[in-house]
Structure formats: C-alpha cells, structure tokens
T-cell receptor
Framework: GENVEQHPSTLSVQEGDSAVIKCTYSDSASNYFPWYKQELGKRPQLIID?????GEKKDQRIAVTLNKTAKHFSLHITETQPEDSAVYFCAALRGAAGNKLTFGGGTRVLVKP | DAMVIQNPRYQVTQFGKPVTLSCSQT?????MYWYQQKSSQAPKLLFHYYDKDFNNEADTPDNFQSRRPNTSFCFLDIRSPGLGDAAMYLC???????????FGNGTRLTVT
C-alpha cells in the first residue's frame, strides 16, 4: 500500500519567515496530493492541492511543488503569521483501486510573534 | 458550510457498551469515509463506502462496523468500546474518490 513520510514533525519559525514541509510517497500510481491544516480540536481543512500533471501550484502565501520522478512534494508558506500555527498534514491519493487517501504523520508548525 | 454533519460532537460511553456515531452529507457525494484520529497523530482510515460498496481496511478491528443505508447517511458502530478506542472520529466525503475530501467536525469519543 501507499506510505507517506512527512518531515519535519515540528517546525518553529519567526513571524514573517518562510516555512517548508516535505513529504515523500511510495506509490507511483498516486495522482492527487492535498495538504490539510488542522487547528486544535477542529477538523482538517484543505488548504491547497496538486495533481500529478502539474509541477507547482500557488495560492497567495501558500505554494505546493511536486516532483513525480522523485516522488516527493512540498508545502511552502511565505510571510508566516501567528494564525498559520497549526498541524499540517500532507496526503497522497490513488485515484483507482480503492480511492484511498493516505496521510503523512503531520507537522506541528509554531509561528512565533 | 456544514455540508458534512457529524453527531454528536462529543460522546461518552462506558467500557464495553455499544455506541453509534452518525454522519450525514448534503453534497450527494458517492464516497464516504470514516477516519480515527488520536491525539497528535494523522487520521487513520477505518473504512469507506463507494456508493454501496463497502471497503474495509485490513487493520481495522472487527469491533468497528459501518452502515450506509442511503447516499446521505453513514454510521460507525463500535460494538464493545475499549479504552484504546477513545479518539476523534472523522467522517469525510468525496464526489468520486478522486476529488478533495470534505470533513465533518468530528465526534470526540470518550470511553470510561
């Protein structure tokens, strides 16, 4: 089955700096890669996603890059703000054979004012 | 935008006493998922339905069952909850299994 590794597990940055979270996946058949932000006690919220036919996607301060050959993808948050503090999960989906979304282990991001 | 609704938000049950968690959706999505999330961990898929087709994860304990009587509703039954089953249970939907997941707010289960 699919295995998604996520690093780092915790990340502390100064407000205004950039944050980068990296994920690798094992199943070359995976074709959809979402990123979720989860605040304490709340549900995961989709913040950005990318499909395997695209190498990069940007939405304001958030960007995701995908390297299919190396099977890794990354989340970039620029100009971090205290409200960016949360746990972030990457995930990989196989579109066929079960439609299963596999999550990475999560990264706890703390943005210090 | 409460399109995936889970009830109740908090559930307390006794050790060994059956409990049912419910999920409903107004999105008319084909796929419904149940995830278990323990503190500081990633959501773990228990099972999912693609329409009426049930797909159980290999490592989901037999203690966990699910029912999907129609497109809108899905239930998670825990037949004999143990202390280790205390967790947040998240329901999610997807239009076709290859689209973004929409999560409900979750039910936090406490086992006493």
């Amino acid at each position: 089955g699919e295995n998604v590794e996520q690093h780092p597990s915790t990340l502390s940055v100064q407000e205004g700096d950039s944050a980068v979270i990296k994920c690798t996946y094992s199943d070359s058949a995976s074709n959809y890669f979402p990123w979720y932000k989860q605040e304490l006690g709340k549900r995961p919220q989709l913040i950005i996603d990318i499909r395997s036919n695209v190498g990069e996607k940007k939405d304001q301060r958030i960007a995701v890059t995908l390297n299919k050959t190396a099977k890794h993808f990354s989340l970039h948050i620029t100009e971090t703000q205290p409200e960016d503090s949360a746990v972030y999960f990457c995930a990989a989906l196989r579109g066929a054979a079960g439609n299963k979304l596999t999550f990475g282990g999560g990264t706890r991001v703390l943005v210090k004012p | 935008d409460a399109m995936v609704i889970q009830n109740p938000r908090y559930q307390v049950t006794q050790f060994g006493k059956p409990v049912t968690l419910s999920c409903s959706q107004t999105l008319n999505h084909n796929v419904m998922y149940w995830y278990q999330q323990k503190s500081s961990q990633a959501p773990k898929l228990l099972f999912h339905y693609y329409d009426k087709d049930f797909n159980n994860e290999a490592d989901t304990p037999d203690n966990f069952q699910s029912r999907r009587p129609n497109t809108s509703f899905c239930f998670l039954d825990i037949r004999s909850p143990g202390l280790g089953d205390a967790a947040m249970y998240l329901c999610a939907t997807s239009r076709d299994g290859n689209s973004p997941l929409h999560f409900g707010n979750g039910t936090r289960l406490t086992v006493t």
